[in-house]
């Protein structure tokens, strides 16, 4: 079993891969937030002069379930961002809350992880790879949800 240390380890290892399989955008890994146990989560930042992406990854166990999933928002200032997941609806990926939910990936904590950033990196060397690199920006606005 992995521990919660290991697995933040495991994360931000596969997301510096992405990275640096993306030299154009020129990130690097500017912060971090460890919550566990209080709020059982993390928070990787990366970010370059242009673009700033926030990791937030939870982890849960209720009745002997893990519950383990990843929220992504990219953000060119404090004001003005979006979530990842609210871009995929957008640009009709269906299902996106459970490509951000580690249990729907097969094989262990690593295999899992890497198969979720296969999944990221596709998204961002293709359809984000002009925001990411700052060359554009997109306006999409804040998904409420059922609380329209």
Known sequence: MVDKMEKYSIVVAELKRIFQ?????????????????????FI???????????????ERNIRD???????ISISR?????FEFETYL???GIINTEE????????????ARIEKFCEFINDIFSNQLRKVLSG?????IGFDW???K
């Open 77 to 81: 200032d404090e004001y003005i961002g």
């Open 135 to 139: 060359e554009e920006w997109i306006n």
């Open 89 to 91: 609806k957008s640009i």
């Open 44 to 58: 990787t930042v990366f970010s370059n002069s242009k673009v700033k992406i926030i990791f937030s990854y939870t």
């Open 145 to 147: 949800g059922p609380y």
């Open 21 to 41: 399989s993306l030299p154009d955008y020129e990130m690097i890994k500017t912060g971090i937030e460890i919550d566990f146990p209080e709020r059982e989560r």
């Open 99 to 110: 490509k951000m939910k580690l249990i729907n990936y097969e094989g262990d904590f690593k």
């Open 65 to 71: 379930e893990v519950f383990d999933n990843f929220n």
